[in-house]
């Protein structure tokens, strides 16, 4: 998949930009403040159908502007994908995909397949549960369609458990009168949460092998990257139809049911699902060093590359946002290269040295001053 | 230029949040911002055109919300809006009792009954299950859709909620109750996009949803 050319306007504080992208390497140089992440946050949008930074949609409407507006041609094989998104103040979103518009996240969500590596991505091991399960619902929501809808699902079934909850420990609510809701809203969450744990089971087993790989290729030791799902809902997957599954969810549901009246809140379910990352058996949140913990997060981030190209035959565009000042110069340029053979990559650097001595055929560099994005 | 008369449209524009200089404006005004899906720039727009605007707009508004308040009414079988009780598609012998459709508002049966194909009865719920807008199964009319079930022997009964998922607990709450009753449960098939609202649903996907509705 090959971004080949993207128009913004009003886009933070890029307030007019039409660039030509090269496939291969581009590299946006310029000094902190300038706008480099903004470019990467815009480019990678429709990905999420939201930005990577965790930003809400007005704060990427540039100031005094009213609404922002970006627009992407994708070549994915012989297609071209053009997608358009418009924001405006009033918290709408005009979504387009080759014209015709689409209501909903969903149906944006995936179509262009990226990967993100910032100064966050060590948070993936460092970081809380809540860091993990991002990184895999994202990953996951790139290569199957349906995930997204079951995990929103999943999450309004929990708000609604959450709120009998909560009024049956305030007591507005006695028990008696709930139960039958406790029931039903168990119900509902378990039918969503049977697809999820399953497509998570399989995709962290792929992440797995993919992230082992990409271990042993970048560090010099030879050493052996785990991970091991924690599944939040301590309930065995019997095989069989994702209802079956749904009914042993359902039944450890029940069975929590009067220590969560107790605490007043949802103990168990999807929402605290996690992952072990081990490093020769040992824990890496834990025990790792700082090089270790960087390159098992950047492994990791491969290895939800890797699975695109496996399960969609597509190699995601890759952005790295800032991140090679924190890895030695060795180590950088493995990655560079080892990733620039395969896909598109998008390199953001205040520090020209990162890229410096490295001239990949065909690639493009850019300077960001002020807003203004020219070619070098 | 001309300022003598902004059209209503110009005078709603420049309304930031201010008072008219006339209190009984101001409480129609008011009392437009309270309906559904209607902000203050909308019912200023709204409340101008009726005080102002030409033509019998107001005076008919007027008499038909009056009119429309005495006369309509829910029917105490189904729920339907009507203004006899009960009403035309419960005494019809047209209908087929055995066959019992639920819908979550009188408005969901508007599509059905454009589209004409269907021959058996409803039965309104009123709303969906959803405790964050405080509405619990005891909210919900279950124990008269029960007794419906059981005095008018019906055979199947057809879930046409939305895919939401306080429509799909609300489903699962039908589902467990008639757990043991001898009749058959469907869902209307997935024509209906997942998270929408059956009131939108144009006819056709609706009669292929009906066709192709699943047991549940
Ligand atoms: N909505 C907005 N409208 C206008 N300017 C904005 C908006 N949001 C952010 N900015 C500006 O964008 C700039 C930050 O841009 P960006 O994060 O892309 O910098 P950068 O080039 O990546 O810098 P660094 O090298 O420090 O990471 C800041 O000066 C900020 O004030
Ligand atoms: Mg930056
Ligand atoms: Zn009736």
Known sequence: MRLLEASLLDFRNLAEVQLSFSPGVNVLLGDNGHGKTNVLEALNYPALARSFRGARDEELIRFGSEACHLRLAIAEGEKILDIEVGLDRGGRRRMRVDGDEVHRRVELVGRLATVVFDPQTVELVRGGPEMRRRWFDQGISSVDSEYLIHLQAANRALKQKASLLRDVRRGFSSLGTVSRDLETWNAELAAHAAPLVRKRADWLSRAAQAGRDSYMDLSDEKQELQLVYKQGVGSEDPGGTDADFSREILAVLDYITSDEIRRGRCLSGPQTDDVDIILDGVSLRTYGSRGETRTAAISLKLAQAEIVYGMRGVRPVLFFDDIFSELDKDRSRKLQERTAKDHQVFIATARAEDVAGWEPAGASTWTVHEGVVTIR | ?216
Do not use: W
């Open chain 2, 1 to 216: 230029m001309d300022h003598a008369t902004p059209t209503p449209r110009e005078a709603a524009k420049g309304n930031d949040g201010g008072e008219f200089q006339s209190p009984a404006l101001e409480r129609l005004v008011r009392a437009l911002g309270r309906l559904p899906g209607l902000g203050r720039k909308s019912a200023t727009r709204i409340a101008l055109e009726l005080v102002q605007g030409g033509g019998e707009t107001a005076a008919e508004l007027a008499e038909s919300v009056t009119a429309a308040r005495e006369q309509v009414r829910t029917c105490s079988r189904c729920g339907a809006i009507t203004e006899d009780d009960p009403c035309r598609i419960c005494c019809s012998d047209k209908r087929d009792s055995a066959l019992l459709c639920v819908v979550a508002s009188p408005v969901d049966i508007l599509p059905f009954e454009k589209a004409g194909f269907f021959q058996g009865r409803y039965f309104v719920l009123g709303r969906l299950l959803s405790p964050l807008d405080g509405v619990r199964v005891d909210d919900l009319p279950f124990d008269r859709l029960d007794a419906r079930i059981r005095e008018h022997d019906v055979r199947e009964l057809i879930l046409a909620l939305d895919s939401s998922v306080e429509g799909e607990a609300t489903a699962l709450y039908i589902q467990r109750m008639i757990e043991d009753l001898d009749l058959s449960l469907t869902r209307l098939a997935t024509g209906i996009p997942v998270g929408g609202a059956l009131a939108y649903t144009d006819e056709a996907t609706l009669h292929r949803a009906f066709q192709f509705r699943r047991s549940f």
